[in-house]
């Protein structure tokens, strides 16, 4: 089992920055993959980043490439992502997944087995 409690989000301006955290139980978290995903009113959820078990390799959607960073504290049970340039496409609802399955990064977000509750991101123009 996993439990995830996202926190950071709100309402900013565009071209500013934004870090979303999301803490994690359980004693499987070393070994895991993790993603950022986020919905839109109206649209389907997107991934947006996913790292390994290890942090070693991420992946980005291309919209968010050189804008945004995941990252991986394992000692602690923590996933981040860094939000910069932050611009009004990306408001959204940020949600962070485990992919208790495989420690493999992957985009479909039918792999991502636990969700957290979701982060509201307002990006003004």
């Known amino acids: 089992q996993v439990q995830l409690v996202e926190s950071g989000g709100g309402l900013v301006q565009a071209g500013s920055s934004l870090r979303l955290s999301c803490a994690a139980s359980?004693?499987?978290?070393?070994?895991?993959?993790m993603g950022w995903f986020r919905q839109a009113p109206g649209k389907e959820r997107e991934f947006v980043a996913g790292?390994?078990?290890?942090?070693?390799?991420?992946d980005y959607v291309d919209s968010v490439k050189g804008r945004f960073t995941i990252s991986k504290d394992n000692a602690k049970n923590w996933v981040y992502l860094q939000m910069n340039s932050l611009e009004p496409e990306d408001t959204a609802v940020y949600y962070c997944?485990?992919?208790?399955?495989?420690?493999?990064?992957?985009?479909?977000?039918?792999?991502?087995?636990?969700w957290g509750q979701g982060t509201q991101v307002t990006v003004s123009s």
């Open positions: 790292i390994n078990w290890s942090g070693s390799i991420t």
């Open positions: 359980g004693r499987t978290f070393s070994s895991i993959a």
């Open positions: 997944a485990a992919r208790s399955r495989s420690g493999y990064v992957v985009r479909s977000r039918y792999e991502y087995n636990y």
